[in-house]
């Protein structure tokens, strides 16, 4: 069993930025991937980038150029970079991690991007 624990969600201006982060405990010799998903109010939950042991990433559209994700193997830790936010950055964001798929989940962080 892999435990998931985000921080640093909170409100954040048009423009300006915020960092989120997630550990990882427990079980994780089953790691290979970890990310982030954000579920806004009326839409799916989306894949915003995501990481792999190598260094491999991907992020969503909306996000590329804006968001950075990183992470630190030996801390099992994973980090979201979050710049020039917009409104609909506003969502719950969900640190994830798997082998093949995102199998553990966090509890969630709010992200709230306003004036």
């Known amino acids: 069993q892999v435990q998931l624990v985000e921080s640093g969600g909170g409100l954040g201006q048009p423009g300006g930025s915020l960092r989120l982060s997630c550990a990882a405990s427990?079980?994780?010799?089953?790691?290979?991937?970890m990310g982030w998903y954000r579920q806004a109010p009326g839409k799916q939950r989306e894949l915003v980038a995501a990481i792999t042991t190598g260094g491999s990433t991907n992020y969503a559209d909306s996000v590329k150029g804006r968001f950075t994700i990183s992470r630190d193997n030996a801390k099992n830790t994973v980090d979201l970079q979050m710049n020039s936010l917009k409104p609909e950055d506003t969502a719950v964001y969900y640190c994830?991690?798997?082998?093949?798929?995102?199998?553990?989940w966090g509890q969630g962080t709010q992200v709230t991007v306003s004036s």
């Open positions: 994830n991690a798997g082998k093949l798929y995102p199998r553990y």
């Open positions: 427990g079980s994780i010799f089953s790691i290979n991937g």
